[in-house]
């Protein structure tokens, strides 16, 4: 079992940051990528970024290189999600989950899922 909790999530202004957390727990964490994902009202459920926990590699949606930066911090099992130039298409739930496989896309093959923290950005 693996538990996950995002925070970091609120309200930004177009052209803005934000840096979300995943704090994951369980007895086997670190054989786990952790994926970040967002979905926004009516739309699918969509990648952003995944991360291994060791080796460390990632894996960015085309759409957010460049843009959204994944990371990890092993001491505190934390996974960030450093989001700039925030647009109001931007805006939606951003939940992390977790997968044995990497790098996995697909938000069917995540086991384990957070509960998710709102990002709304204005224009």
């Known amino acids: 079992q693996v538990q996950l909790i995002e925070s970091g999530g609120g309200l930004a202004q177009a052209g803005g940051s934000l840096t979300l957390s995943c704090l994951a727990s369980g007895r086997t964490v670190d054989s786990y990528a952790i994926g970040w994902f967002r979905q926004s009202p009516g739309k699918e459920r969509e990648f952003l970024a995944t991360v291994s926990w060791a080796p460390e590699n990632i894996y960015y949606q085309d759409s957010v290189k460049g843009r959204f930066t994944i990371s990890r911090d092993n001491a505190k099992n934390t996974v960030f999600l450093q989001m700039n130039s925030l647009q109001p298409e931007d805006t939606a739930v951003y939940y992390c989950?977790?997968?044995?496989?990497?790098?996995?896309?697909?938000?069917?093959?995540?086991?384990?899922w957070g509960q998710g923290t709102q990002v709304t950005v204005s224009s």
């Open positions: 989950a977790a997968t044995v496989s990497f790098p996995m896309m697909n938000a069917n093959r995540f086991a384990y």
